[in-house]
């Protein structure tokens, strides 16, 4: 993971660093590359790290449509289930909302099993 990262430039590599140090602080949490980004898991995936262009990191989780948004920070982008946020400085990341989410996104993957949605076709 820590080589992912390392091979990012200016801001993108700043906010996946602090990102990543922030995720991996919740127990029992396994980080791994997946379609090629760093995704985040325990009992199933929680949240992932989309490098966008112009040197932008978007944190976005993959039960989104499941989780709160009190504080207002994820946008669904027309996605149906994933929700997302995305910084482009360490400097603007609201810290006390961020970890607000990943806590309930956590809770969530604790207490409610994952069902998929997708049609299954015979």
Wanted: aromatic share 12%.
């Amino acid at each position: 993971m820590q080589i992912y990262i390392e091979e990012k430039d200016g801001n993108q590599k700043a906010i996946m660093q602090q990102l990543h140090q922030t995720i991996i602080r919740f127990p029992e949490v396994t980080a791994k590359i997946r379609y090629k980004i760093p995704f985040y898991y325990r009992k199933s995936w929680i949240c992932y790290l989309n490098p966008v262009k112009d040197d932008k990191v978007e944190l976005a989780f993959t039960r989104g449509n499941e989780l709160s948004n009190e504080q207002g920070l994820l946008q669904a982008n027309g996605r149906k289930q994933v929700r997302g946020v995305i910084f482009d400085d360490t400097n603007e990341i609201p810290w006390d909302s961020l970890n607000e989410i990943l806590q309930e996104a956590f809770l969530l993957d604790e207490e409610v099993k994952y069902a998929s949605k997708r049609k299954r076709y015979r």
